[in-house]
Nanobody, 122 residues
Framework: QVQLVESGGGLVQPGGSLRLSCAAS????????MGWYRQAPGTQRELLAT???????NYADSVKGRFTISRDNAKNTVYLQMNSLKPEDTAVYYC????????????????WGQGTQVTVSS
């Protein structure tokens, strides 16, 4: 079974920075796309950024220029560097990963982390 574990959330003042990490563990062949989402109370889960195994990235307009997604394939870990944080960035942040479990089975399964709270407040 594949597990994703996020870390790095917390309380930060407006204008501050945080770096989230998400480590995947378990038996797997490879991880394709990894991504970060967030969900504030009463809202739908919002896609923030994705990164392929080759390092190609995409960002939502709401975080472009402030957030940076990166990954370490050797560690099966994805990161989200968040700068210039605003109160409206307050949410639970989730990572996900599209995983190919076996070399001879091309199906990808999507796994989610448990979420980490980010609160931006003075």
């Amino acid at each position: 079974q594949v597990q994703l574990v996020e870390s790095g959330g917390g309380l930060v003042q407006p204008g501050g920075s945080l770096r989230l990490s998400c480590a995947a563990s378990g038996t797997m062949f490879r991880i394709d796309i990894m991504g970060w989402y967030r969900q504030a109370p009463g809202t739908q889960r919002e896609l923030l950024a994705t990164i392929t195994s080759g390092g190609s990235t995409n960002y939502a307009d709401s975080v472009k220029g402030r957030f940076t997604i990166s990954r370490d394939n050797a560690k099966n870990t994805v990161y989200l560097q968040m700068n210039s944080l605003k109160p409206e960035d307050t949410a639970v942040y989730y990572c996900n990963a599209d995983v190919q479990l076996e070399m001879w089975v091309s199906t990808r399964n999507r796994y989610w982390g448990q979420g980490t709270q980010v609160t931006v407040s003075s």
